[in-house]
T-cell receptor, first 118, second 118 residues
Framework: AQSVTQLGSHVSVSEGALVLLRCNYS??????LFWYVQYPNQGLQLLLK??????LVKGINGFEAEFKKSETSFHLTKPSAHMSDAAEYFC????????????????FGTGTRLTVIP | GAVVSQHPSWVICKSGTSVKIECRSL??????MFWYRQFPKQSLMLMAT?????????EQGVEKDKFLINHASLTLSTLTVTSAHPEDSSFYIC??????????????FGSGTRLTVV
């Protein structure tokens, strides 16, 4: 089944430090991959998405992610963390069953809570 | 960009009553909308997929008679929690799918509804 795994439910970084949030996918076909951010009691905001074009994807708020087929990874990075980056981050993939049925629903990882230490 | 409006943002209801949550796509036509449920500090779990003008497709384990979904138009889907009980208390998020310029669907999320059943 097509799914994503997020390693680390909680990541803490100092303000100004590199942010690295990990996401690995399992798929027998090239997937479409997404990163979303969620602030408390809010919906999800799209940071970036991979659609089989460029492997390095740049998103909003200075985030980027690189699709690495050899590692089945799509890690999210940001060179310098800001206090406003503190939130929950979700990696997502269009589920295989969804693609087969045409529903194309998203399947979410378990999420990583990012804490930024001043 | 695409905007999805979800109302109410929070609601408290008495056990046994019903609650309706609305999800509207404001500037695009959403042929498909998704309803998710999110428990505290957990990921989003897909409840159902609704297509305009047809019956919703529910995920395994989701009671269709309890969570009534109506997608009567291309811009509005509603989720009604019938005979609500405390265990239905949760954060409900809708998502509308549209087609962006590169041919891959975009998913826009509502801001979520915090339901508390007392």
């Amino acid at each position: 089944a097509q799914s994503v795994t997020q390693l680390g439910s909680h990541v803490s970084v100092s303000e100004g430090a590199l942010v690295l949030l990990r996401c690995n996918y399992s798929s027998s076909v090239p997937p479409y991959l997404f990163w979303y951010v969620q602030y408390p009691n809010q919906g999800l905001q799209l940071l970036l998405k991979y659609t089989s074009a460029a492997t390095l994807v740049k998103g909003i708020n200075g985030f980027e992610a690189e699709f690495k087929k050899s590692e089945t990874s799509f890690h999210l990075t940001k060179p310098s963390a800001h206090m406003s980056d503190a939130a929950e981050y979700f990696c997502a993939v269009i589920s295989r069953r969804g693609r087969l049925t045409g529903a194309n629903n998203l399947f979410f990882g378990t999420g990583t809570r990012l804490t930024v230490i001043p | 960009g695409a905007v999805v409006s979800q109302h109410p943002s929070w609601v408290i209801c008495k056990s046994g009553t019903s609650v309706k949550i609305e999800c509207r796509s404001l500037d695009f036509q959403a042929t498909t909308m998704f309803w998710y449920r999110q428990f505290p500090k957990q990921s989003l779990m897909l409840m159902a997929t609704s297509n305009e003008g047809s019956k919703a497709t529910y995920e395994q384990g989701v009671e269709k008679d309890k969570f009534l979904i109506n997608h009567a138009s291309l811009t509005l889907s509603t989720l009604t929690v019938t005979s609500a009980h405390p265990e239905d208390s949760s954060f409900y998020i809708c998502s509308a799918r549209d087609k962006d310029g590169v041919g891959i669907y975009g998913y826009t999320f509502g801001s979520g509804t915090r339901l508390t059943v007392v």
